[in-house]
């Protein structure tokens, strides 16, 4: 059961196959970094890099990470290396920071520690540098928040770095990750109206984004962009990503989604209440207005409540139908009295 699960996580995140010959994402070829901080072709194209890689064992470790911290948020590092247009991200380790529902706070001890793992690493092989920081919005998507972006522009002079943001309440409920990567713009450089790309959205290009959070949101959305994800493993994986997923499937096979995210679902629909009553509230203003049905129609606020709705179902669904299975599979309806 846990390896035909391990197969279903690994379908639904499209990891892929490296060459298992060559496992090529992993090779370490420090000329071609030191040729690319040369050229420095990210200050002058504010959108040079594009694509991020992750391991599948950076993914789960990361995943791990956040659920691991409930309703406040997280931090972490990232390993790996840059090819071309690309960060390759090949591990991850977390930080002893103290967060809150909305942010982290590194002191000394992270500070130390930061600067003594790669070193440590390097002792033992792992020649890979920081490349990047993820950490966990609990419930209200994957973007940066203004105090994300003061983090990512501070450690964007000193490299290229990249942002990473989990959702662990949605990668729960959905049973796939939430998962968003992000590059500040360089300078005083800002998105265009036409071409911004309004923080992460969903696989299916939707960002449900918490009534409380839509002004942070929309206030900094104009000073970065998104880079396109997509996951990956090698034959070197394979033992480790054993242990982290036996670690990962036993807390997911003892927990319901239902119980778990009891709060990130009462808080959603106490959310989708609000906005539909703002909704209300604008169509009645329109209509006293005679702007009437046409111009309504036209309005994108509706479909958006819609996909919202039916994805809070969705997720309600999936969480009812995995109690259903696993109580066929772990519970003996034999020793169940029947009245």
Not at 22 to 31: F, G, I, K, T, V
Not at 187 to 208: L, T
Not at 219 to 224: D, I, T
Not at 280 to 298: D, M
């Amino acid at each position: 059961m846990a390896s035909t699960a391990f197969k279903t996580w690994e379908l639904e995140n499209a990891v892929q196959m490296v060459d298992p010959t060559r496992d090529a994402l992993y090779n370490y070829d420090q000329p071609q970094l030191d040729k690319i901080q040369t050229a420095r072709a990210w200050s002058t194209d504010p959108h040079h890099f594009k694509y991020v890689r992750i391991s599948a064992v950076a993914l789960l470790k990361m995943v791990i990470h956040a659920r691991s911290g409930g309703s406040i948020e997280i931090m972490g590092l990232m390993q790996g290396t840059i090819h071309h247009e690309t960060f390759v991200v090949t591990d991850a380790f977390r930080l002893p920071v103290e967060g809150t529902e909305t942010r982290v706070n590194a002191h000394a001890d992270a500070d130390e520690y930061m600067a003594t793992y790669p070193e440590l690493s390097r002792a033992v092989g792992q020649a890979e540098n920081v490349i990047g920081w993820y950490h966990s919005h609990p419930g209200y998507g994957c973007w940066l928040s203004g105090i994300d972006v003061g983090t990512q522009n501070t450690w964007q002079q000193l490299g290229p770095f990249v942002a990473i943001v989990i959702d662990p309440d949605r990668t729960i409920s959905a049973g796939k990750v939430e998962i968003g990567a992000f590059r500040c713009f360089e300078g005083d450089y800002k998105a265009p109206e036409e071409g911004r790309r309004e923080g992460g959205v969903d696989s299916d290009g939707f960002q449900s984004i918490p009534t409380g959070k839509i002004e942070d949101f929309g206030a900094h959305s104009s000073k970065y962009y998104s880079l396109q994800i997509s996951h990956f493993k090698s034959t070197l994986d394979s033992k480790l990503l054993e242990v982290l997923w036996n670690k990962y499937w036993v807390g997911t096979l003892s927990s319901s989604p239902l119980f778990t995210n009891r709060d990130y679902g009462t808080k959603q629909i106490a959310d989708l209440a609000r906005k539909t009553h703002g909704y209300q509230e604008k169509v009645k203003a329109q209509f006293r207005g005679g702007a009437g049905i046409r111009s309504i129609e036209k309005d994108t606020q509706l479909e958006q409540l819609v996909k919202a709705s039916s994805r809070v179902k969705a997720e309600e669904t999936a969480g009812l139908m995995a109690e259903v299975i696993k109580s066929s599979v772990f519970i003996d309806n034999h020793d169940i009295p029947h009245g």
